[in-house]
């Protein structure tokens, strides 16, 4: 278990952009973050890394302080994924996702056949094996953010740490990531992701924190947590929320500003009529419809570690510096959370 306690935190001379932070993760658990720019979902990510010290405020790791596991132990249980990184490296994909299997390696021994096996899994997994031979400075932004949760899961670390994992790609190849973290996470993985498609953590995430200006404001599972009432006051703009019409899972409209009368006009978490309060001459969207429920699981009976890339059914519920055990925060504190 993975656990902060009273954290602040922050960069240089600024103010906390972390302030009293207590929470806790466990294995098998699939946690969002969510929360406005700037919110610090990326600074949260970066303490239960290690890599940024708390000011104030412990965190531990299987009831160990963080700060006290050596760099290499720390690797060995912990990968990351950047939200972008600060520098790509001038070398194939395959190379770059070796680089994840360093902390198991020793002075004496280099990568090995399990390490490369382990590598070329991890590619395949993630829908990149073809790009192996591809330079990483060559990749478009999807790609290269794929290659980035390749070599994280190469590491074989039971956490994972995710700062926008899916960013610049595509819908099916987001839903592709995301049904493996899924299935990953159902194999005793512990994941946490910050996430900014309020939808897709609402499909996929067991357990959702909201942050807003550095504190945690909300936090549970999925059907408590994923509200009108919480996501209006979290994003400060109105939002309804409807079940998915396959999943049953709460999903997140958006009101569009000719529609927004009065800011402080409650909504409803479940509106009865498909209306919006407030909206314009009484009028709703033409593309509003009453949906019911659906329940639907994932099998992951004889999950060997690796998914395909398109599971028999969806799951029910479902910035910053690089975020790596081998690198340091910059130290200017000018993040986007």
């Known amino acids: 278990m993975i656990e902060l306690s009273r954290v602040h935190a922050g960069y240089g001379d600024t103010g906390d952009v972390l302030r009293d932070v207590s929470l806790s993760v466990s294995p098998g658990e699939l946690v969002g973050l969510l929360g406005p720019n700037g919110s610090g979902k990326t600074t949260l990510l970066l303490v239960l890394s290690g890599v940024l010290t708390p000011r104030s405020g412990t965190v531990a790791l299987d009831g160990a ?35 994840g299997r360093y902390p198991h390696t020793t002075l004496l021994r280099g990568y090995g056949p399990d390490d490369h096996a382990s590598a070329l899994a991890a590619l395949r997994d993630t829908g990149c094996a073809h790009l192996a031979a591809r330079g990483a400075r060559t990749l478009s932004g999807g790609e290269l953010q794929r290659v980035l949760l390749a070599r994280a899961l190469a590491q074989g670390a039971d956490t994972l740490l995710l700062d926008e994992a899916t960013a610049g790609l595509d819908v099916a190849r987001a839903l592709d990531i995301l049904d493996l973290l899924h299935a990953r996470h159902r194999a005793g993985a512990r994941i946490v992701a910050a996430v900014h498609d309020l939808n897709l953590a609402a499909l996929y995430c067991t357990r959702l924190i909201f942050l807003k200006h550095g504190r945690v404001v909300k936090d549970g599972p999925v059907e408590r947590t994923f509200t009108a009432d919480v996501l209006s006051d979290v994003y400060e703009t109105p939002v309804t929320v409807h079940p998915h019409p396959v999943t049953g899972a709460p999903q997140a409209c958006y009101v569009p500003g000719a529609f927004r009368v009065d800011m402080r006009v409650g909504l409803p978490t479940n509106p009865g009529d498909g209306t919006v309060p407030g909206a314009i001459d009484g009028k709703s969207s033409p593309h509003q419809q009453d949906v019911s429920p659906q329940e639907s699981a994932l099998p992951l009976s004889g999950f060997s570690g690796h998914t395909h890339a398109h599971p028999a059914k969806p799951p029910a519920r479902c910035h910053e510096p690089e975020i790596s055990v081998q690198t340091a925060p910059l130290p200017t504190g000018t993040q986007d959370d």
């Open 65 to 99: 302080p963080l700060h006290r596991l050596r760099p290499r132990e720390r690797a060995r249980r912990i990968a990351a994924v950047p939200q972008r990184p600060e520098h790509i490296p001038d070398m194939d994909a395959l190379s770059m996702v070796l680089m």
